[in-house]
C-alpha cells in the first residue's frame, strides 16, 4: 500500500511539473513559429470577376467567379483565428492598376484604404504603383493615409530620387517622412520580423512614367539591408519583397538570382511575374512564394525558426473561388466606392459600373500571339482616328498595340452581357499628357521601311524581352521567318486597302512614301527607344505629316475635342468603348454583339519557319549579308584548313622510293 502510495505521489510530482512547464515551452515553441499571408498583383481587382456580373458576394455555391478582396479578407480572418503563432499579412507590390477602381486613386485611395481595412501589415510599390507618376502615387498616399495606423506599412528600399528634377519632389519628401520606409521590424509577440522592399531590374525597366525616380541594384540593397536588420536591429525572421519575380530561364529569374547572392534571407514574397506556385521555391535555404495575380490566390506560409535556419512547416495555396464568403464589410466599403466611380468618373461618358454595353456568345481572350482581344482592341484604335479623319490620304495605315498592355480577357459568363467595369479591365492602364488616367491615342507617320522595323520589334526583340513588345496589328497583315536572321525575319507584308483588299507593301528603301501609323503613348514612347536598344539597327523616328521628325510625343496626340481650347486627349479605353458601340444589334435587344471575327487570329500575323536557303536569304538587309557573308568567309577558311591538313597526311602516308 505504502508502495503505491509512493508511486501516486511521484506521478502526481511529475504531472504538476509537466502542466507548470509545458504552458512555457508551447509558448517558446510558439515564438519561433511564424505564419506569412501573402498576395501580389492584385491590381485594383477588388470585385471576384470572369466576368463581374456574375459575381455574387453575398452568397455562396453560385458562381464561377474568382479573386475578390471580400473573400480574401475573410481568408485573413480565418487564418488569423485558427493560429496561436504571429501571423503576418504581406503584398509585394502591383496593389494599384487593373480596373475602374484606380480612377480615383488619387482622390480616395481605395485600394490603399481597403488593405488597411482587411489587416495587411505591409506592402510593397511594385512597378504600376508609378504608373501615375511621382507626383501622382504621392496624391495616392496622402489620400491614402486619414490616420495613423488605417493602411499597412508601406516599403520600398532601392527608390533613388533626382537632385536635378522636381517632378519627383513630393515624393521624396514623404519618403524621408517615412510614409514609405525602406525597412521595417514589426514586434509579433515578441518575435522580431525584418521586412523590406525591393523593385526589381526588369519591372523598373518598364516603369518610364517613374522618372526621374530611377532604381538602385536590388542585390547590393539587399546585402546592406540584410546586415543591418541582423546585426543592428537584431531580427529573428528578415523577409523581402520583392517586385522582381521568377522567370522561366535561370539566368533571367531574378528572386531566385536575389536567394543565391544574398545570404540571411528567410522567405522573399515574390511578385511581378504572376507566378502561381503551388509550393515554395527554396534557394539556398531561402524560401520563395508567390501567389499570382489579380487576387485569384492567397499563398499562407508556415515556417519555423530553428537556431539560425528557417524550416519549411507547411504551404498552402488558396483558390479564391465561391467557395469562400465575402466579408461583408469589405463588401460595404466596395459597394460605396462603385457608387463614387458611378458619379465622378463615369457619369460623364454617359456609364455606370455594372451597365452593360456589348454582348457576345464566346470568350474574347489575349495571348502573346495574335489573338482575338487583340485585334479587337487595335481594331478600336485605328477605328477612333480615322471615324473623325475627312481626308482619304490621311487614312490610317497600320495600328499597333502592345500584348503587355492588354490585361484582362473579356469573359462571356453565364449571360453573355459585357459589362462597362469588364471592357474597361480589357485595357486599363495608362496616364496622358494632360495627367488624366488613360493612354492618349498617337498618330505618326512612318516610312515602308520603318513600318517593316517596327514589325521586327515583334520577330526579334519580342523573344528577347518579353510580352510588352509583341505587338498586335490592324491594317496590316505579315509572313516572317523565325529561322532567319535577327531584326530581318519579316518576309512579306500586306497593307489594307479603302475596299478591305490586302496588297503588298514595297520596303524597300527606294519606296519614300509616307505612311500614317497610330499607337497610343507608351506603345509610342518604345517605338521611339528601340533604336538605341538594338544599336540604331530598328531606329524609327516618327515624323509629321510633312515628313519633319517628331521631337515631343506629346504634339502627336489625337485631338477628340478640336472646337476647345488645348488638347483634349483622345484616351485609348474611351476608344475602345466607341467602336465597340458601333457593332450591329443582331437580336434587337439594344446592346451591340461582338463580331464572329474576334473569336481568334485572322492570319495577321503569320510564322513561316523555314531553312531553305531562298527563305533565308531573299531580300536580305545588310545584316542578313554580313552574317551569310561571314558564314561563308568561315566555310571557306575551314575548307582551306582541311585541304592543307589532308595534303599533309598524304605526303606522310607517300611510300619513300629507293634510289
Not at 520583392?242 to 534571407?265: C, F, M, Q, T
Request: proline share 5%; net charge negative.
Amino acid at each position: 500500500m505504502r508502495a503505491d502510495v509512493e508511486k501516486r505521489t511521484r506521478f502526481t510530482l511529475v504531472l504538476a511539473a509537466f502542466l507548470t512547464l509545458a504552458p512555457a515551452a508551447t509558448l517558446q515553441a510558439a515564438e519561433q513559429a511564424l505564419t506569412i499571408v501573402h498576395t501580389n498583383d492584385l491590381h485594383s481587382h477588388l470585385l471576384g470577376y470572369g466576368p463581374t456580373l456574375d459575381f455574387t458576394p453575398a452568397t455562396t455555391g453560385d458562381d464561377l467567379t474568382v479573386g475578390g478582396w471580400a473573400r480574401i479578407g475573410t481568408i485573413i480572418h480565418r487564418v488569423r483565428s485558427e493560429r496561436w503563432n504571429p501571423v503576418l499579412v504581406l503584398d509585394a507590390g502591383d496593389f494599384l492598376m487593373g480596373t475602374l477602381f484606380h480612377l480615383r486613386a488619387r482622390e480616395e485611395a481605395f485600394e490603399l484604404r481597403l488593405l488597411g481595412k482587411m489587416g495587411y501589415d505591409a506592402a510593397g510599390l511594385g512597378n504600376h504603383e508609378f504608373d501615375l507618376k511621382p507626383g501622382g502615387l504621392a496624391r495616392i498616399l496622402t489620400a491614402g493615409a486619414p490616420a495613423p495606423g488605417s493602411r499597412p506599412v508601406l516599403l520600398l528600399a532601392n527608390a533613388v530620387f533626382s537632385s536635378a528634377a522636381d517632378e519627383d519632389d513630393s515624393l521624396e519628401a514623404l519618403f524621408l517622412q517615412g510614409v514609405v520606409k525602406p525597412y521595417t521590424v514589426l514586434d509579433c509577440d515578441g518575435l522580431r520580423v525584418g521586412l523590406f522592399s525591393l523593385m526589381g531590374r526588369e519591372a523598373a525597366e518598364v516603369a518610364p512614367f517613374a522618372d526621374p525616380v530611377s532604381f538602385g541594384d536590388p542585390v547590393e540593397t539587399a546585402r546592406r539591408l540584410v546586415r543591418t536588420l541582423r546585426e543592428e536591429e537584431r531580427a529573428d525572421f528578415v523577409v523581402c519583397l520583392s517586385h522582381g519575380g521568377l522567370w522561366a530561364k535561370a539566368s533571367k529569374s531574378e528572386d531566385e538570382i536575389l536567394a543565391r547572392k544574398v545570404p540571411g534571407l528567410d522567405v522573399i514574397v515574390s511578385g511581378h511575374t504572376h507566378t502561381a506556385l503551388d509550393q515554395p521555391r527554396v534557394v539556398g535555404g531561402t524560401l520563395i512564394v508567390q501567389a499570382g495575380e489579380n487576387g485569384k490566390r492567397v499563398g499562407v506560409l508556415d515556417v519555423r525558426r530553428e537556431g539560425t535556419a528557417t524550416r519549411l512547416e507547411r504551404y498552402e495555396s488558396v483558390v479564391v473561388d465561391d467557395s469562400i464568403p465575402s466579408d461583408p464589410e469589405v463588401t460595404g466599403l466596395i459597394e460605396a466606392f462603385i457608387d463614387s466611380l458611378d458619379r465622378n468618373v463615369l457619369a460623364a461618358h454617359g456609364l455606370e459600373f455594372f451597365q452593360p454595353v456589348a454582348e457576345t456568345d464566346f470568350d474574347i481572350v489575349a495571348a502573346e500571339a495574335e489573338c482575338g482581344l487583340g485585334n479587337l482592341v487595335a481594331d478600336a484604335l485605328r477605328w477612333s482616328v480615322d471615324s473623325g479623319e475627312t481626308d482619304p490620304a490621311a487614312r490610317v495605315a497600320l495600328a499597333v498595340e502592345s500584348i503587355g498592355l492588354i490585361r484582362d480577357p473579356v469573359i462571356r459568363g453565364k449571360t453573355g452581357l459585357i459589362a462597362a467595369c469588364d471592357l474597361f479591365d480589357a485595357f486599363p492602364l495608362g496616364i496622358g499628357v494632360d495627367d488624366t488616367p488613360g493612354y492618349p491615342v498617337l498618330s505618326v507617320y512612318l516610312t515602308a521601311a520603318e513600318i517593316k522595323k517596327a514589325l521586327e520589334v515583334l520577330t526579334s526583340v519580342y523573344p528577347l524581352k518579353g510580352a510588352d513588345y509583341f505587338l498586335q496589328v490592324s491594317g496590316l497583315r505579315f509572313t516572317y521567318n523565325p529561322r532567319r536572321m535577327i531584326f530581318d525575319r519579316v518576309t512579306d507584308i500586306r497593307l489594307e486597302d479603302a475596299k478591305g483588299e490586302f496588297r503588298p507593301l514595297d520596303y524597300s528603301r527606294r519606296n519614300r512614301t509616307l505612311y500614317r501609323v497610330v499607337a497610343n503613348y507608351y506603345n509610342a514612347s518604345f517605338l521611339k527607344i528601340i533604336g538605341s536598344y538594338t544599336k540604331n539597327v530598328l531606329r524609327i523616328v516618327p515624323k509629321d505629316r510633312a515628313g519633319r521628325p517628331i521631337e515631343d510625343l506629346a504634339a502627336a496626340r489625337i485631338d477628340a475635342d478640336p472646337d476647345r481650347p488645348g488638347v483634349q486627349e483622345l484616351k485609348e479605353w474611351v476608344a475602345l468603348f466607341e467602336y465597340v458601340r458601333t457593332f450591329r444589334d443582331e437580336d434587337g435587344d439594344g446592346l451591340a454583339e461582338i463580331p464572329a471575327r474576334y473569336r481568334g487570329p485572322e492570319g495577321r500575323i503569320v510564322a513561316r519557319p523555314s531553312l531553305s536557303p531562298v527563305a533565308l536569304l531573299r531580300r536580305g538587309n545588310w545584316l542578313t549579308w554580313i552574317a551569310f557573308g561571314a558564314v561563308v568567309v568561315v566555310l571557306a577558311f575551314i575548307f582551306l584548313v582541311s585541304t592543307k591538313i589532308v595534303r599533309r597526311l598524304r605526303r606522310r602516308r607517300r611510300p619513300i622510293r629507293p634510289s
